[in-house]
């Protein structure tokens, strides 16, 4: 079996970036990914779809230097859906990826711009068992 998943949007925060106990670097951050279309009676419609995004070693190094809130952000990895009930008792659900290539888009000057520069970077496998903090 095989899953690739692919995501272009908007950083919903600046990157956060913390360690394993075994010193592995690992950085997290929203995307927010966007559909606009127009339905039957011509009305402009929009949906968001927020995804959580992890980054490993080097690459979550890389993340949490060049990414901030507002960056357009293409990123590739393996998707995990959780669902559970919070405390309020509404169903809750997420998308969580874990990235193995990044690609900024636009430059930090133009957060959420196609253009200016691009930089793309790839990631091995992700975390082993022994890595995660849980």
Same mark, same amino acid.
Do not use: C, D, I, V
């Given at each position: 079996m095989y899953q690739h998943v692919v995501i272009v949007g908007n950083l919903g925060r600046d990157p956060e970036m913390r360690y394993t106990p075994s010193g592995i670097p690992v950085t997290s951050f929203s995307v927010a990914v966007s559909r606009?279309?127009?339905n039957q009676e011509g009305e402009l419609q929009e949906k968001t779809t927020w995804f959580r995004v992890t980054a490993?070693?080097?690459l979550a190094e890389l993340c949490n230097q060049y990414l901030e809130k507002g960056r357009l952000v293409l990123v #590739?990895? #393996?998707i995990d859906a959780s669902a559970w009930v919070g405390q309020d008792g509404?169903?809750?659900a997420t998308l969580e990826?874990?990235?193995?290539?990044v690609r900024f888009l636009?430059?930090?000057s133009s957060a959420g711009?196609?253009?200016? #520069?691009?930089?793309a970077f790839k990631e091995g496998?992700?975390?082993s068992e022994d890595d995660l903090p849980f």
């Open positions: 606009k279309w127009k490993w070693r080097k #590739e990895g #393996e509404e169903p809750r990826l874990t990235a193995q290539n636009g430059n930090r711009e196609f253009g200016g #520069e691009t930089a496998p992700g975390p």
